[in-house]
């Protein structure tokens, strides 16, 4: 595998495009820039039409952490999320802009999302073809596990687009003939260090980069690449030492993570499984998604290519291999009875989707060219047999996921309408009550869209057992308690203290509901009760 990195220069020394390259004419859009901003335009769109209804879970902690930052957050079993600092500045920075608002939550993962389909067309460009490219990038987004993700606040999908545009950039300089400079290379290492700060899984496929760097840059330009990283490496030391008092608190949280108890029911979907049906995760949980048996095909013809050409695929074939063999070994195969990880959680295994993709996409654009047809139709057979591929890969994934609930065009706009009535009534009220999971989101809406104060009311937490509770003049919301479509955590955590079925008390008058019946909001009267 070594051996084909290193020849990958002589048989991609020139990006290979559909048509002959050509100067653009005056007043001619160049494809090499139009193609790019056409994908990004289109799936912004996409994206913002399905911004999702912040969720009370990981995403929210790490938007609590970001608002706290520089500051500490207190002690919490979720510390390796604490830690993340490449996540967490970026949010940090988006809520000094908009502040603790639905924009804040957003911003940073939809620009991850766009840095991983321009890094995924890139990518497959430099090895394959435009189209190659295109339908790369499309259909690794529009898969349906990294699209669920695509606008929550979480590491994955930006950690994986960092990585992926470091190596394009790699692979261009591969190409070139003459060294790269040291911008070039300080560039690449900076997109690996924030790599890691964002999710540490990510380093398990660098090595793919310095191997295809040092024929150009030699040991020396290995040394500029790696001074980002070393100082990405010591700002998380510090800044661990600095918050938490223990400059090997992510690390450690870390390691630890998959050794923490889990519930029987959880446990044995992980733990004490034959050694090849760990081997074999990755393929089973991806035929769970409807696109599945397509994904898991174009891995199949990316590990084929690997044996067929294996110099032009050395590239995609190295980075699964590097993300599968330890994340197996570690997930089970060393030791069953305590595997460090759950690989049936696909977030671990996005590093591998660009690879997989544009390897599958890769090999019958490679065999579509050496069909015997003629000269024209073979010209164009290559681009439109990929492109007919990815879309119906992308089209099968796209219904699962098109107008989900909990998106703004799924209808997922309740606790908006919530927001603008509050704000239409700001002062009437004291206090909103509310269970503990839509305590954690409500804040994101007490400001406007963009940021800036909607409505002023102190929002409270109902606990049973606790002397707290709604007093006369008070709010009490019930989110989402009914069906749990849009949030199905509110709605188990809502019976947690309202019982199985929720309804208001004897004196609550309801002063609000949305026409789903979603967000119902009641005014506690004189003789209400709380539980």
């Known amino acids: 595998m070594i051996a084909n990195l290193r020849g990958v220069a ?5 990006p290979v495009h559909d048509e002959p390259p050509e100067p653009a004419a005056r007043g001619r859009a160049d494809p090499a820039r139009l193609v790019p901003a056409v994908l990004v335009l289109g799936w912004s769109a996409v994206l913002l039409a399905h911004l999702r209804t912040p969720v009370p879970s990981d995403q929210v902690n790490y938007l609590t952490a970001a608002a706290r930052f520089p500051d500490p957050v207190e002690a919490t079993t979720e510390m390796h999320q604490m830690t993340r600092f490449g996540l967490i500045v970026p949010a940090r ?3 000094a802009v908009f502040g603790h608002s639905q924009a804040a939550y957003g911003v940073v993962p939809v620009l991850a999302t766009l840095a991983l389909l321009l890094g995924t067309y890139a990518l497959g460009t430099l090895l394959f073809a435009r189209s190659v490219g295109a339908a790369g990038g499309l259909t690794v987004v529009a898969a349906t596990p990294v699209f669920a993700d695509s606008t929550d606040l979480l590491p994955d999908v930006l950690a994986v687009g960092l990585f992926t545009c470091a190596l394009a950039i790699a692979v261009a300089v591969r190409q070139r003939d003459d060294p790269p400079g040291r911008l070039v290379l300080l560039s690449i290492g900076a997109l690996l260090g924030w790599s890691y700060l964002t999710r540490e899984f990510i380093v398990f496929v660098w090595p793919v980069i310095p191997v295809l760097l040092y024929r150009r840059a030699g040991l020396a330009g290995l040394l500029w690449t790696a001074a980002p990283i070393v100082a990405a490496g010591l700002a998380e030391l510090l800044l661990c030492w600095r918050l938490y008092g223990d400059p090997l608190a992510r690390l450690l949280s870390v390691t630890g993570h998959g050794q923490r108890p889990s519930s029987p029911e959880i446990a044995s979907t992980y733990r004490d499984k034959p050694r090849m049906l760990y081997v074999l995760r990755f393929p089973k949980t991806l035929r769970t998604y409807p696109e599945g048996a397509f994904l898991v095909a174009m891995l199949g013809l990316t590990l084929l290519g ?20 330890p994340l197996t070994l570690f997930g089970g195969v060393l030791d069953p009875s305590a595997p460090k990880l759950r690989l049936q959680l696909i977030r671990y295994w996005y590093p591998i989707f660009p690879a997989l993709v ?20 073979r010209a164009v057979l290559p681009a439109v047999l990929v492109l007919t591929v990815a879309a119906t890969v992308t089209g099968t994934a796209a219904r699962s996921w098109w107008g989900a609930p909990g998106t703004r065009i799924g209808g997922g706009t309740q606790l908006e309408a919530l927001r603008s009535w509050m704000h239409d009534r700001d002062g009437t009220y004291p206090r909103i009550w509310t269970d503990p999971r839509t305590r954690k989101i409500l804040p994101i809406y007490r400001q406007g869209f963009w940021g800036g104060p909607a409505w002023s009311a102190e929002i409270q937490a109902v606990r049973p057992g606790q002397p707290a509770a709604p007093r006369a003049g008070d709010l009490v919301l019930f989110y989402d308690t009914e069906r749990g479509h849009t949030c199905s955590l509110c709605k188990r955590s809502a019976r947690t203290v309202w019982g199985d079925i929720v309804r208001p008390r004897p004196g609550w008058r309801e002063v609000f509901a949305t026409r789903d019946r979603v967000v119902r909001l009641y005014e506690v009267g004189a003789e209400g009760r709380a539980p």
């Open 10 to 14: 002589r048989t991609t020394s020139r």
């Open 93 to 95: 920075l988006a809520m």
């Open 306 to 325: 690997g044996l067929l050409r294996p110099r032009r695929m050395a590239v995609l074939v190295a980075t699964c291999v590097l993300l599968w063999v």
């Open 358 to 377: 544009l390897g599958g996409l890769g090999l019958l654009w490679l065999l579509a060219r050496d069909v015997p047809v003629k000269e024209r139709v």
